[in-house]
């Protein structure tokens, strides 16, 4: 008997179709193994970039972190690989603006022997000495001052640190502006957008005493 054949048109039509599916799964093997070899290679970055997020966050976690003044965990967040001059997603804060913030001059001072940049603004435009006089931080401004910030610039809302220092109410901003005072800070200093000065804009009775005394001759005892 004969053995049926396919008309060559149809066979030919096969062939090119089976020939191309091989090829194809050969092609998308290829690409997988590409694929595969790409994610590899790029591991070791992933997992870099990944460790610098971790030393960031142990970075701010010591600045911002309540009653705490040790470098101990700056160091080793440095030591890991932290950006010492990174700002926060959220506030802009560097570790330095936090740790100034917070009231803690050891490590404001550790971190500008280590080359803390301090002219790098938050997210509204404050620096480390703004940040010290609105939060009332003396010891820390007499760290920015020793490291030779100038703590008489002026924001762009027109005021100075001298009259964050005089808005506040505790005892350590007139601590604060005490330590302005003895460093130079003109006690008549007067906002862009007003004529006031420290001692009409103050309702701490502290800080009137402070410049009162100033205004005398600052000799006495306070």
């Given at each position: 008997?004969?053995?049926?054949?396919?008309?060559?048109?149809?066979?030919?039509?096969?062939?090119?179709?089976?020939?191309?599916?091989?090829?194809?799964?050969?092609?998308?093997?290829?690409?997988?193994?590409?694929?595969?070899?790409?994610?590899?290679?790029?591991?070791?970055?992933?997992?870099?970039?990944?460790?610098?997020?971790?030393?960031?966050?142990?970075?701010?976690?010591?600045?911002?972190?309540?009653?705490?003044?040790?470098?101990?965990?700056?160091?080793?967040?440095?030591?890991?690989?932290?950006?010492?001059?990174?700002?926060?997603?959220?506030?802009?804060?560097?570790p330095l603006m936090a740790a100034t913030l917070g009231g803690k001059p050891k490590i404001v001072?550790?971190?500008?022997?280590?080359?803390?940049?301090?002219?790098?603004?938050?997210?509204?435009?404050?620096?480390?000495?703004?940040?010290?006089?609105?939060?009332?931080?003396?010891?820390?401004?007499?760290?920015?001052?020793?490291?030779?910030?100038?703590?008489?610039?002026?924001?762009?809302?027109?005021?100075?640190?001298?009259?964050?220092?005089?808005?506040?109410?505790?005892?350590?901003?007139?601590?604060?502006?005490?330590?302005?005072l003895k460093h130079g800070i003109d006690k008549n200093l007067e906002p862009k957008s007003s004529?006031?000065?420290?001692?009409?804009?103050?309702?701490?009775?502290?800080?009137?005493?402070?410049?009162?005394?100033?205004?005398?001759?600052?000799?006495?005892?306070?």
């Amino acid at each position: 008997g004969t053995t049926a054949k396919l008309p060559r048109g149809l066979a030919d039509v096969h062939g090119v179709r089976a020939t191309k599916s091989i090829k194809n799964a050969h092609l998308h093997s290829k690409m997988i193994v590409r694929m595969i070899l790409a994610l590899c290679a790029m591991s070791p970055i992933i997992q870099s970039a990944t460790q610098t997020d971790s030393a960031n966050g142990l970075m701010f976690q010591a600045c911002m972190k309540p009653g705490s003044d040790s470098v101990k965990t700056v160091k080793l967040a440095l030591g890991k690989g932290a950006d010492i001059n990174k700002q926060h997603d959220l506030t802009g804060q560097t570790p330095l603006m936090a740790a100034t913030l917070g009231g803690k001059p050891k490590i404001v001072k550790y971190l500008l022997e280590a080359g803390a940049d301090p002219s790098i603004p938050e997210k509204d435009g404050y620096t480390p000495p703004h940040g010290a006089g609105f939060q009332g931080r003396a010891e820390v401004m007499e760290v920015l001052i020793q490291f030779g910030l100038d703590v008489n610039v002026f924001h762009s809302d027109g005021f100075a640190p001298l009259h964050r220092a005089c808005w506040g109410r505790d005892e350590r901003h007139s601590e604060t502006v005490e330590v302005l005072l003895k460093h130079g800070i003109d006690k008549n200093l007067e906002p862009k957008s007003s004529g006031q000065t420290c001692m009409s804009m103050t309702p701490n009775e502290k800080t009137k005493m402070i410049l009162q005394q100033w205004f005398s001759g600052h000799d006495e005892e306070l």
